[in-house]
């Protein structure tokens, strides 16, 4: 490799790494594999100037970003939520050292279990490939991407999206093996690609029916079954601005979902929103939303109202999704003065608007 594109590969760990550290299994691995190489072929300046560059496009970057958290006094708070709390809180398992391997297995598995068509026509495709020493590395990126998910303890659906680099790479190996086989299947081939560039984005696609609305009135019901166009943030935001120009809202029981968008505001408190976590793996968060409703810091709070249909919600079902160490402080210090409900991904969500007392 050039001794430019060392720089670019630690600026792409670099970018990778503070976006979503899981994702960067296959950079872990393609520096571990060319440091090797490097070592094995005993080519010390090599080694040298790829550990060097790379460190400089790494490190550099992340010297201003941490410098920028270490102005506004928030280092700290990096640390400790991208860190400790992602890496410690979610899906973190107590059940013995047998019982994670056995889970971490799973959770490899699933990936790929889930994506057959496409780990095959990888796995094939690298395997017909002609580049050497590369289709070791590129088969070591793949298990190392899926191996890095793992850590996260839980398997999104679009985690297969990291995958698809690895495709494309072997889908054009594994047509140019085709053409180089058998000249005369270059036009089937071509078939096979504009066929494939149709079928490929709704395979495995569960929410294809979802893609585009179909009512536009759907999204979002009135408390008297009237439709409207607002959709609940919306609703909840002209609620808000009758009262204050600038609203502060706290989302005591769920992520956001668009309201302080809708409001045009920003957070007020440390914790704004529920992070995916108990009250025994978090408890300051918990914590932190009962102190902030009882010294009245937001004007408002929305409640995420659990249910598999559209509700008529009251004061008694809207807390049912709130934390009991929660509950006595929100009805104590603030009302219900609004509902609706809204459709994600077909499935529909209820809301509730609270307002200080």
Partial sequence: MRPWLYLIAGFGLFYVFWVKYAMIGALIIFFLYVGFGLLADRNWRGLFMAVGLSLIGFLVPSAVMLGVFYQHHALQSLIDVYFKMNMMAYGENQNGIISQLVNSLG????????????????????????????????????????AMLVLTHFVREYYVLLLMPFFVVALFQLFAWLINWQKELLRLVMLLVMIGIFVIPFYGNSYIKTVTPRDAHQPFLARHGQPTDQSVQERFA???????????????????????????????????????????????MYNSFSDTMTHRRVQYVVVFVPGNQPLAIDMRNALNGVHPYNKATLVKNYRLIDTGYQLLAGKPKNWALFELK
């Fill in 107 to 146: 959770l490899f598995a699933e990936p790929i279990n889930q994506h057959w068509l496409i780990t095959a026509i990888t796995a094939v495709g690298l395997v017909l490939t002609k580049i050497g020493r590369q289709r070791s590395m590129l088969f070591m990126m793949f298990f190392g991407t899926v």
């Fill in 238 to 284: 002209a609620d808000m601005y009758k009262k204050s120009e600038h609203p502060s809202i706290l989302m005591v029981n769920s992520l956001d979902s668009g309201f302080f968008l809708a409001a045009d505001t920003h957070p007020v408190t440390r914790y704004f929103h529920l992070m995916n976590m108990t009250y025994d793996e978090f408890p300051e």
